[in-house]
């Protein structure tokens, strides 16, 4: 059996991909900074909603950025 992962998780997690190379606090406020810029209110919504059920398959920086955007 196949899973669709969410759109904004594989794009929260290519973000991660691109930004991971910072140091880990400095790599996770690039991260919520980029989110909070540039993207949608309703897919920022989703996002948080993911990490809230449990965040499976999510990269651990974009569950810190998104606890950093609150």
Same mark, same amino acid.
């Given at each position: 059996?196949?899973?669709?992962?969410?759109?904004?998780?594989?794009? =929260?997690? @290519? #973000?991660?991909?691109?930004? +991971?190379?910072? /140091?880990?606090?400095? =790599?996770?406020?690039? #991260?919520? +900074?980029? #989110? +909070?810029?540039?993207? @949608?209110?309703?897919?920022?919504?989703? !996002?948080?909603?993911?990490? @809230?059920?449990g965040?499976?398959? !999510? @990269? /651990?920086?974009?569950?810190?950025?998104?606890? !950093? !955007? +609150?």
């Amino acid at each position: 059996m196949t899973t669709t992962v969410p759109s904004e998780c594989r794009m =929260a997690n @290519d #973000i991660a991909r691109n930004l +991971g190379h910072l /140091p880990g606090e400095e =790599a996770t406020e690039a #991260i919520a +900074g980029h #989110i +909070g810029r540039f993207w @949608d209110p309703r897919m920022r919504s989703r !996002l948080h909603a993911f990490v @809230d059920a449990g965040a499976e398959g !999510l @990269d /651990p920086l974009v569950v810190a950025a998104v606890k !950093l !955007l +609150g």
